[in-house]
């Protein structure tokens, strides 16, 4: 026969229907399977807990109890007494438990986040099993990989290679949550987590979701201007110099930066930077003959 109710959630006979609910969720808490896999005991005395809540927590069953009519177990203290038959009980089992009519949807809810839960409500013979691990990792992205979202191969624990997509808006620490993907467990695998790595550039520069690029011209390039190649992630492309140009003067490639969160591009902003020779005759003599009398540091007062 099972200990009295009572004294197994360690209250008194004329405890509210709160005091009860109170006193089994801290007993669930601390003795529940998921907690204590390597503890047998822990498991009985959770299913003796079990097993008093659910008589206690039905009112019809807690007045037949304190009148005497039936036992801990919910069978009749006369074995012809009361027609029940002992029909209404319940029986615990170490490791497991079955409930009568108590309703402990949602005292596990809070305690485990629901699980274990049956579809019909209630609970199993058999806890939870975990789920394997989470495994982290790092990947490394090429800077014009990152900025267009070119797949990624990635090899897994497993040994299997997955294309990986890379999301709108991707930056150095940006997570993906690969499910499944993780250490095996009883319950399934747990997730890979990966954090990304955007490589630097060795000329390319991030602003943003725009690109930046220093991109020196000749000095007949920039006085007689005309069209240059210009790299960007996406390739080479023609640029068109104006005539004139000086150092420093940026002009903007529509579409060719970085894919924003919104699935937009961004720009490549190339900054003109005139390339003159240091010993080149032509130039030196070209100079002796000519002078540009501007004062081109008028504006900073000097």
Request: charged content about 25%.
């Amino acid at each position: 026969m099972m200990a009295d109710p009572y004294s197994t959630l360690g209250v008194a006979r004329g405890a509210t229907d709160a005091e009860i609910k109170s006193a089994y969720r801290k007993l669930a808490k601390e003795l529940h399977p998921d907690k204590n896999r390597d503890n047998p005991k822990a498991a009985e005395k959770f299913s003796a807990a079990t097993n008093a809540y659910d008589l206690l927590s039905d009112k019809d069953k807690r007045a037949r109890f304190d009148r005497g009519e039936i036992d801990a177990d919910g069978n009749p203290t006369a074995p012809f007494g009361f027609g029940g038959g002992g029909g209404g009980g319940f029986r615990g089992q170490p490791g497991g438990f079955e409930t009568g009519g108590a309703d402990f949807g949602d005292i596990f809810e809070g305690l485990f986040g629901g699980a274990g839960r049956r579809a019909g409500g209630g609970f199993g013979r058999q806890a939870p099993q975990p789920r394997g691990a989470n495994v982290a990792c790092r990947l490394a992205v090429q800077f014009a990989d990152a900025a267009i979202l070119a797949p990624q191969r990635i090899t897994l624990q497993d040994g299997k290679t997955i294309d990986l997509k890379l999301p709108a808006g991707v930056e150095s620490g940006t997570q993906m949550r690969l499910s499944g993907k993780g250490q095996q467990g009883p319950g399934g695998a747990g997730d890979a987590i990966v954090t990304i790595e955007v490589r630097p550039h060795p000329f390319f520069t991030r602003d943003g979701d725009n690109v930046r690029l220093d991109l020196p011209v000749t000095l007949d390039e920039a006085v007689k201007g005309g069209k240059v190649k210009v790299p960007t992630v996406d390739g080479p492309v023609m640029l068109g110099v104006p005539a004139g140009t000086t150092s420093g003067k940026t002009l903007r490639l529509r579409g060719k930066g970085f894919t924003g969160k919104d699935g937009t591009r961004g720009d490549q902003l190339v900054t003109l930077m005139v390339d003159v020779p240091a010993d080149d005759p032509a130039i030196q003599a070209l100079v002796e003959k000519w002078q540009d009398r501007r004062a081109v540091r008028a504006h900073l007062g000097v």
